[in-house]
């Protein structure tokens, strides 16, 4: 635990429940609604059977169609308006300050002005009016920086990395670096910064998120997408940002450890290439759940993972649906700390 007055916890550290919200006919899923919600289904299965699961959706009865299957004791439903489903960047993002948690809600504009988001930037008002946290949870209106969950990776000592395509991109804050680093102190109470230049994947709208190439697993391990194709589009990138993570010291001056994601193989729809990522798995309590895309390397990239969780059941679910519409996993989940 980190001994600062105001931290946001790892996502490894046990956890109250998880954020979802549910795909319907008004959001970009609507041509292919079933197979979507099916996926999302599967997800909530696999965390319901082992901690609580808040479901945001427009209409509840339709959303239990498609997870009348899961274990409905250890889930919520909420009844609220959303353009979209990717809960890691329209959520709240939970630190604790004085022991006491606290809900940051920031503003999210669709990563950059790319999207709508007026609905999806009101979901965590309207769940804390509706008292959908538990009662000691605190609630922190941020709307003056705008911000997405996906875009940082914190280790629950005060480091926090992140990408610099993301948070210095144009449409979001228009601040520098140094601002940046300041806000992280402010909300998260960050002693240091981790900024990586290079990195990508293509077919993600998010001007590269952390959360789709480079994670933590501990305090002093990361994991990371390594291509090893010399003729993939991501090469170059991927070998400039391993160079990178070659170089970073934990916060005792010591090398990270590394571990290597295999890239996903290539996945093409109408003729653009999906944003297909292992990067992008979600740790939940006592396990882990894996993106795969019914590919060879689902068993690489699950090797690797049980190697960076010896201690977590490995689970993997397939999310050629989710990468469709641009995100994976981790982006349609956001997970609360449990109180301490």
Not at 268 to 296: D, H, K, M, Q
Request: charged share 25%; with cysteine; glycine share 4%.
């Amino acid at each position: 635990m980190c001994l600062n007055t105001k931290y946001l916890p790892a996502e490894w550290a046990e956890q109250e429940f998880v954020q979802i919200t549910f795909p319907h006919h008004q959001t970009d899923w609507s041509e292919m609604l079933d197979e979507a919600c099916l996926c999302f289904a599967q997800i909530i299965e696999n965390i319901a059977c082992r901690q609580n699961v808040l479901v945001v959706c427009a209409d509840i009865f339709e959303a239990k169609k498609y997870i009348a299957n899961c274990n409905e004791k250890n889930i919520q439903f909420a009844e609220i308006p959303s353009n979209d489903t990717w809960a890691r960047d329209h959520a709240a993002i939970t630190i604790f300050e004085n022991s006491r948690p606290t809900l940051l809600d920031f503003t999210f504009n669709g990563w950059g002005l790319k999207f709508a988001a007026n609905l999806d930037n009101l979901i965590t008002e309207k769940l804390y009016k509706k008292g959908c946290f538990p009662k000691n949870f605190n609630y922190k209106e941020c709307r003056n920086f705008v911000f997405e969950g996906g875009s940082i990776e914190s280790d629950g000592q005060g480091t926090i990395m992140t990408t610099e395509k993301c948070l210095l991109s144009d449409n979001r804050n228009y601040l520098t670096k140094r601002e940046i680093e300041d806000k992280f102190k402010e909300y998260f109470g960050a002693k240091r910064v981790l900024w990586l230049k290079n990195g990508y994947i293509a077919g993600d709208d998010t001007d590269s998120h952390i959360d789709t190439l480079v994670r933590f697993s501990d305090c002093n391990t990361i994991i990371y997408v390594k291509c090893e194709d010399e003729k993939d589009e991501h090469f170059a990138e991927l070998k400039a940002m391993e160079k990178e993570l070659q170089v970073l010291k934990t916060d005792m001056a010591l090398p990270y450890r590394l571990i290597a994601l295999p890239m996903a193989d290539a996945v093409y729809e109408n003729g653009e290439r999906l944003p297909a990522t292992y990067a992008n798995f979600l740790i939940i309590n006592e396990a882990v759940l894996l993106p795969t895309y019914n590919s060879p390397k689902d068993e690489i990239a699950a090797k690797c993972m049980q190697t960076a969780f010896p201690t977590r059941q490995i689970i993997k679910i397939n999310c050629l649906p989710l990468i469709k519409q641009h995100g994976s996993l981790h982006c349609v989940t956001m997970q609360f700390p449990k109180i301490i």
